[in-house]
């Protein structure tokens, strides 16, 4: 069941030769299959799909919002909060996911002429700070024997079973690494990629006081790593690797640059530029590549915003 059509973005390169292909689609998965909605396939249906999303290294997992129109009345139904979409992005040469999470709001758009949209916010992996599975959890149940005497003298006894609460401890010696796999295992919460700069040994032990992603982060931050969301995965990793996420691109401004880079105020930190390319799946917080206009060196994105109304990557990298 697909809801379809070719739309054609244009964009204008510097040498004045327009820019045709862009392709946008979501991907709704429910548990009775995956629905597939696009702008490309087949030309005339009239839905297009317009919108941001956007991601960073600031450990949160980010909140993008798109629009969908002409959908019929039954495939808007479809949409629902708690199911998982995924949005792909790109042109016939580069096309991939850009972002993907569950849904936590769909709302109707006000009709304009003959179109009609919803609005569907949803949230890149999940936000587990709220996660308290482990901190006040319990360790299992104690017996506790209870008497009581009746007026005739008669002795009825019981048992009832109380929680004991714990919170998870660790030995001293202990290593970072394997304190946050046993907090992840524990609570559920999927670690796509675990790359520490130092593995910290802590020579006291170790007591889990915090709820489980917080006491993730404060590790990882003791080791001299960062944990960040990328599209839909939790990643720890630490910035002197810039392998693992080359994207082998090469940016200049007759492929793949909209415009000149663009520095900003250093204000005594490290400095980051503002790069703008056409719209490139392959950029994300993290990943690195070339380019070769003002800059004229690899740069790592710190953080990014895609548009699907002028199918641009806007982004904001530092030197690596």
Partial sequence: MKAVIVMALKATNPDGKTWYGAKVEVDLVLKKGTYNFNNFTPA??????TGEISGGDGGSPATNTISISNLSKAHEDLFKTKEHIVVKAGDYDM???IGEGNITKVSPEARDGEDHSISITFVAGKDYSKNKKIYNAYSGARTVKHSYKTSAGKTITWTTSKKKNINIRFKKGVKAKTIIQRIARESGIPIAVLHLKKNKVYKHGYTLTKKPEAAIKAIVKDCGSKFQYRIDDIVIDYDEKPKLWQTHLYLTLKDGLVNMPTINDEDGKKAT???????NPLVANGSVFY??????????????????????????????
């Fill in 44 to 49: 005339g249906y009239g839905l297009t799909i």
């Fill in 273 to 279: 530029w503002t790069v703008v390319t056409y719209l």
């Fill in 95 to 97: 096309f991939g996911i």
């Fill in 291 to 320: 380019v070769a206009e003002n800059i004229k060196s690899l740069v790592r994105v710190k953080n990014y915003t895609h548009s699907l109304d002028d199918m641009q990557t806007s982004c904001e990298v530092e030197m690596v």
